[in-house]
Each structure stands twice: as structure tokens, then as C-alpha cells.
């Protein structure tokens, strides 16, 4: 029997927007999970507001500030891991950039896939490259 390794991507919505691009978001965590060889985790992605993501900010990460995505790991074996999303803050950086809400929904959970897969964003050379990172997973996923 072959067994098959598989990554589950389940997405909650705690915000007050009720459309959101779940079927794109499970798609391009799941090719970025795919491209770097990532099997048999669970993925839990959760929209929610300013104030629910400011909250986790400040008890896990002692930031007094809302964010615009936050991932944790939550088990190594078997990868169990949490990409909280705010879509209050989305929807302004949406406005900033110019683009859809939906295409900045869809960036931050690259974001947040992208940290999942060992990348980080603390010195500019290293936002430039997750960018760079995000800008071709989007592409890829909205282009299909």
C-alpha cells in the first residue's frame, strides 16, 4: 500500500468579512508547502480583525500593535502550524498598494507560508527576497 503524503490547509474566518478567497489561499499555501518539500502538516489559516490579531501580538510576541499576518508553529512532528491574518489591515495596505483586497489576502498568506517554510523578513535584504517569493506565488496562482 503507498501511503500519501498530503498537507491540510483549513481556513477560519473570525472577521466580519464574509467573502474571502479560501479556494486561492488553500492553492498557493499549497504550492508553496509543495515547492519546499513539505508533507503531512496541517495548516491552519485564520482571518480575523485588528483587534483579535493585536491581541495575539501582545500576548505571544509583546508588540502593543496590530499586525498584518503572524504564523506559528505549533508542533514540529507531525508540522502543525497557525497563519493569523488581519483583514482590517489588509484592506488598508490593499488601498496603500493599489491592489484587490483579495490580492493582498492572498500575499500575506504567502507571507505567512513563506515563514512557515523557514524564510523570515528581518533585514531589508531578507523582506526583498520574501517579496520577490510572494510576488511569484501570486503570479503563479492567479495566473492559472
Known amino acids: 500500500m503507498k501511503i500519501v503524503n498530503t498537507n491540510i490547509i483549513n481556513i477560519f474566518n473570525e472577521s466580519e468579512k464574509k467573502r474571502l478567497p479560501s479556494k486561492l ?3 498557493i499555501i499549497g504550492s508553496i508547502l509543495d515547492d519546499n518539500k513539505i508533507t ?3 495548516i491552519n489559516l485564520i482571518y480575523c480583525s485588528d483587534e ?3 491581541n495575539i501580538n501582545k500576548e505571544f510576541l509583546n508588540h502593543d500593535y496590530p499586525t498584518d499576518v503572524i504564523t506559528f ?3 514540529k512532528t507531525p508540522l502543525m502550524c497557525e497563519i493569523y491574518t488581519s483583514v482590517d489591515t489588509a484592506a488598508r495596505q490593499a488601498s496603500e498598494y493599489n491592489v484587490t483586497l483579495n490580492n493582498e489576502l492572498l500575499r500575506l498568506a504567502a507571507h505567512g507560508a513563506l515563514h512557515i517554510c523557514g524564510m523570515d523578513d528581518n533585514t531589508p535584504d531578507d523582506r526583498n527576497t520574501m517579496k520577490l517569493q510572494e510576488d511569484k506565488y501570486l503570479e503563479r496562482i492567479t495566473k492559472a
Open 73 to 75: 508553529e505549533i508542533e
Open 52 to 54: 483579535y490579531i493585536h
Open 25 to 27: 489561499t488553500k492553492e
Open 40 to 42: 503531512n502538516s496541517v
